[in-house]
Structure formats: structure tokens, C-alpha cells
């Protein structure tokens, strides 16, 4: 049975926790003094049920790959976003390069071997070794999808950029794994200034965190606003649907462009807490008042029940529902990129 690797992945994982706390701080309305809350993560009698849930094959399913090429001479007026692949963006400003979610990793999983971490379905688009300067990296999350060690560790001895994420995440990945990064973690709602009058944000999510059996909850994770004085971005890292996407479109939009997931989404019992479906998706580009979507996580790693071209199905049916136009909200190939 496809995924039965998961059962042996989580009690690996179990036998190298850490039992230190890897924030402490005052209470707060999301964070009790010893982790922060989440009232929808799964629980494991779900996470054992999903273990023997049918998954569609994606075998022999794959997507054109297009080697963006970089003309450093080539003036960027407000920004450039290019899909990397699952929820990895690079952006760029003038002047100012952003990455989201970095994974270069071909596996995914504590262990990169078969059995233990899932296999990558397409390359990134983009080799690591041919990105511009990255000057910052944002991590929403320390999923294994999302804050990717050996990726992480890469861009450090390349770029040394400074990584922005949620609390207790710089405490994992610089007292625990040794990574030794110029690293900030921000709260909710905090706001922290990058160079070229570019303010990034910290927002809501709803989802959970957890590396092992032990550490549930221990780190905080978030979405971003990344705005400058004449455009705005949001990413969304992941996240259910509820009611902070008009929140947040409220207080930091109108967005010119919000990085969306629209995958991994099936079945609803056990996905729909922490990860959106195209449909939900297509509200949160509502709610976020911005004018182009773009769908990401979807189509690399397969973690969850949907056929390989579900996303983009479902995408184009929930645009119809919701009368977006076609180029309102777009699944992108990868290596596209969009220009603004």
C-alpha cells in the first residue's frame, strides 16, 4: 500500500525528539506558555486512518518544466515572480531578492530514502546553483515540505541569506540542527523592514506544526505580506480556509497578487482544517482583495488522495463558480514567470 512508510517514518521520528521547549514567551491568545494553539491539527488515530485511504497514481504523469533565463540587465519595474515548484517562489523586487518555502530536495522526510520521505514528481525549475543573490528567505512553516534542511543549508553557504519565520523556528534550526543561519522569528502581526522601502509581515494561518511525535505545536506558523510602496504580495504558506484571509485583506490589501495552494486538499475529513481546496482557494483570493492568484503546492509531492490533474480541474471549475476570469487566478507551469 502506497504511504504504509508513513507508520515506520513516524515512529523513527519518535526516537530523536526534543524535549526543550523552542520558544518560550508570555501567553497570548494563540501561544500557552508552552506551544501555541491549534485547535484542527489531525489527530493520530486520523493520521493512521489516512495511511489506508487510496491514493491516485500520479505514475508517468509530469509537467513541462521551463528553464526561466535571467538577463541581469533586464530592469525589473515592480516585480518578477517565478514558480520554482510546490510552494518555492523566487521573487524579486528591485534590487531585492526573495525566496518562499525553499525545497531543491529530490525527497522529502527526515530520512531522503525510499520508504521514508516521499519522492519529488518534478525538478525545480530552476537549478539551485544558477539563482540570483538570494538576500532573504522565508519559511512559513517547519512542515518537511517547507523548511527543507538540506535545502536551507545550501542557500546558507551560497548566499547567507537571512531566513524570517515564525517563533521557535530559528531555535530548531540553529540550536538543534547546528545550521548556524542569520535567522528572525517573528510573531503574528509583526512586521519587519527590508531594504528598497519593503515592509514583510507575519500573518495568520490556520494550520498546526509538528517535525516528530514530540514536538507538536512547538513552532509557529504563518503566512506573509510582503509589500512595497507600489505593489503588495501575499503568501500564504498553508492554511484552511476560515476567515483571516478577509482579515487580512482588509489590513495589509488590496494585494496586486496573492501566491495561493490550491493541492493536496483529499479527503476533506483530514485535509480541510489545514489545507485549502481549489474551491476555498478561489474564496481566499476574494477575501484577500487582490488581483491575480497564482496556485502553488500542488503537483511535486504527492501527500495527499487527489489525482495529479485535480487541482487544475477543480481550479477551473471553482474559477467558473466564483465568475474569476482566466487569468485572475492561474495554475502555473513550472519555470513560468510573471512579470509586473
Not at 482583495?289 to 481550479?315: C, P, V, W
Request: with cysteine; hydrophobic share 35%; glycine share 4%.
Amino acid at each position: 500500500m502506497k504511504y504504509i512508510f508513513s507508520l515506520t517514518f513516524l515512529i523513527l521520528l519518535s526516537s530523536c525528539s526534543h524535549f526543550k521547549p523552542y520558544y518560550t514567551g508570555p501567553k497570548s491568545d494563540h501561544f500557552n506558555g508552552e506551544r501555541f494553539i491549534s485547535e484542527n491539527h489531525t489527530k493520530f488515530r486520523s493520521d493512521f486512518r489516512f495511511l489506508f485511504t487510496l491514493k491516485d497514481s500520479w505514475s508517468g504523469d509530469k509537467e513541462e518544466t521551463i528553464s526561466p533565463k535571467f538577463n541581469p540587465n533586464l530592469p525589473i519595474h515592480k516585480a518578477r515572480v517565478v514558480f520554482i515548484g510546490h510552494s518555492t517562489f523566487l521573487i524579486q523586487f528591485p534590487h531585492l531578492n526573495i525566496l518562499t518555502d525553499p525545497i531543491w530536495s529530490k525527497r522529502s522526510g527526515p530520512i531522503a530514502l525510499p520508504f521514508f520521505a516521499p519522492k519529488r514528481h518534478n525538478p525545480p525549475s530552476i537549478a539551485l546553483e544558477n539563482l540570483p543573490k538570494i538576500d532573504y528567505v522565508v519559511l512559513s512553516h517547519s512542515s518537511y515540505y517547507h523548511m527543507d534542511l538540506p535545502t536551507i543549508a545550501q542557500l546558507k553557504e551560497k548566499f547567507n541569506p537571512v531566513f524570517v519565520t515564525g517563533l521557535g523556528n530559528c531555535y530548531y534550526l540553529n540550536e538543534i540542527k547546528n545550521l548556524d543561519l542569520r535567522c528572525v522569528e517573528l510573531d503574528w502581526e509583526q512586521k519587519m523592514p527590508l531594504p528598497e522601502n519593503v515592509n514583510l509581515y507575519f500573518l495568520t494561518a490556520q494550520n498546526w506544526s509538528k517535525r516528530s511525535w514530540f514536538d507538536r505545536d512547538k513552532t509557529l506558523w504563518g503566512s506573509f505580506a510582503i509589500n512595497s510602496s507600489n505593489f503588495k504580495i501575499y503568501f500564504a504558506g498553508d492554511s484552511g480556509y476560515f476567515d483571516h484571509f478577509k482579515k487580512i485583506g482588509k489590513k495589509y490589501g488590496p494585494f496586486d497578487l496573492a501566491l495561493l495552494p490550491i493541492g493536496s486538499y483529499e479527503p476533506r475529513w483530514r485535509m480541510k482544517h489545514h489545507h485549502m481546496n481549489p474551491d476555498e482557494a478561489a474564496q481566499a483570493h476574494l477575501d484577500l482583495r487582490t488581483k491575480k492568484s497564482i496556485g502553488m503546492h500542488f503537483n511535486t509531492f504527492q501527500t495527499s488522495d487527489e489525482g495529479y490533474y485535480d487541482a487544475e480541474i477543480d481550479l477551473e471549475k471553482a474559477k467558473k463558480d466564483h465568475s474569476l476570469k482566466a487569468a485572475e487566478f492561474v495554475a502555473p507551469k513550472f519555470g513560468e514567470i510573471f512579470w509586473f
